[in-house]
């Protein structure tokens, strides 16, 4: 389900852009996720023999949503024939389409789903949803060009303008530190992890992908810059699935990540240096605060502060209790798991980042 709603976000709000007739109760059930019931009302209209493009559309996405995907492919491909002026419904039937096709392991069939909810440009949400799947997914046309190597745990994707890179040395490396980060965290994904490797940061960004790098770990999907490290985004992948966290906090997630980066830097030292240099003046944000907003720091100084942090609580309070607490990684549930001491070491901890040296 996870996955879905990373897909599908977007289409909640147009549902409710255009209705008609027995389509609007439907799409209100929809938007209180009682996809069930949609399907259920929904399949008593369609006998009536004058149901529309948009019961079938609600009725597949309903279908696509409870993770039932062939059986919402002939609702959606009913849409699409129904709507042939190609309006917004056989736009949202195409990224509906192409959902249901990647969830059911047949990316060439979501690729062309996709592509075709794009250009028809039907809809600014429609389109934006399908670019981005195509985009983040790797099936893009403007990946025809990357070249695919596959190891036990990865499918490595390379940039043609990769320069002076070893590709096999690489996956060589990104293997080790696998074993060496499922083995800590007593499991990992099931799948393989798809690992896409740009060239550079603007690279990326100039083919409308979010700043490097990224992980999307409910879908085994990896976007890095060759130069990062080579722990970092694979343990968001790992840390999810073999633990599950309901509730990911920045300062917790981003600092895990950072302590298996697998450089065995002094993330202490890192963030006294960067606070140093820092081009403006930092005003000193207690860590206990930096836990409940992650955004009161610059990267630059809040990711080894977070990796300075979480060797803090692994030294301090053994591995077993980390993770433990890692299942909801709030401030709160540190205070329940770790107790009182908790206190104490983040005001040694917030000395040794802010004091004298
Ligand atoms: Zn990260």
């Not at 439907?26 to 529309?52: I, N």
């Not at 592509?115 to 403007?142: H, M, P, Y």
């Not at 890692?326 to 901890?349: C, I, K, N, S």
Request: with cysteine.
């Amino acid at each position: 389900m996870r996955t879905m709603v990373i897909l599908v976000l977007l289409m909640v709000g147009t549902a409710a852009a255009a209705q008609e007739g027995p389509a609007e109760r439907l799409w209100d059930l929809y938007k209180q996720g009682r996809f069930e019931d949609v399907v259920r009302e929904g399949k008593v209209e369609l006998t009536t023999g004058e149901a529309t493009a948009q019961v079938n559309l609600a009725v597949g996405r309903a279908l696509v949503d409870l993770e039932r995907y062939d059986e919402g492919l002939i609702y959606l491909e009913t849409t699409v024939r129904m709507d042939p002026s190609r309006s917004w419904i056989y736009a949202w039937a195409k990224v509906y389409l192409g959902a249901a096709h990647y969830q059911a392991g047949r990316p060439d069939e979501a690729k062309q789903a996709w592509i075709q909810a794009r250009d028809c440009a039907a809809t600014r949400n429609a389109t934006r949803n399908a670019v981005n799947n195509l985009k983040i997914l790797g099936l893009a046309e403007s990946y025809d060009g990357w070249k695919t190597f596959t190891t036990e745990h990865f499918q490595f994707r390379y940039s043609p303008n990769l320069t002076e890179f070893d590709g096999t040395a690489y996956a060589r490396r990104h293997e080790e530190a696998y074993e060496t980060i499922t083995a800590w965290f007593g499991g990992g994904p099931t799948g393989a992890i798809t690992f896409f490797v740009w060239a550079d940061y603007q690279e990326a960004l100039d083919a409308g992908l979010p700043p490097l790098g990224f992980a999307r770990p409910e879908q085994n999907i990896v976007h890095a810059a060759a130069d990062q490290t080579v722990g970092h985004e694979m343990t968001h992948v790992i840390a999810y699935h073999a633990l599950e966290p309901a509730n990911a906090v920045g300062l917790i997630n981003e600092g895990t990540a950072v302590y298996h980066d697998q450089t065995g830097r002094d993330q202490l030292a890192r963030a006294r240096q960067a606070l140093q240099q820092s081009p403006d003046p930092v005003v000193e944000v207690a860590t206990a605060a930096l836990w409940e907003d992650w955004s009161l720091l610059p990267g630059e100084i809040s990711y080894p502060v977070g990796g300075a942090w979480v060797k803090v609580l692994l030294d301090k309070g053994g591995k077993d209790k980390f993770l433990q607490f890692f299942r909801d990684q709030g401030l709160a549930h540190a205070r329940e798991v770790y107790g009182p001491q908790l206190q104490t070491w983040l005001a040694e901890f917030d000395a040794a980042l802010y004091g004298p040296e």
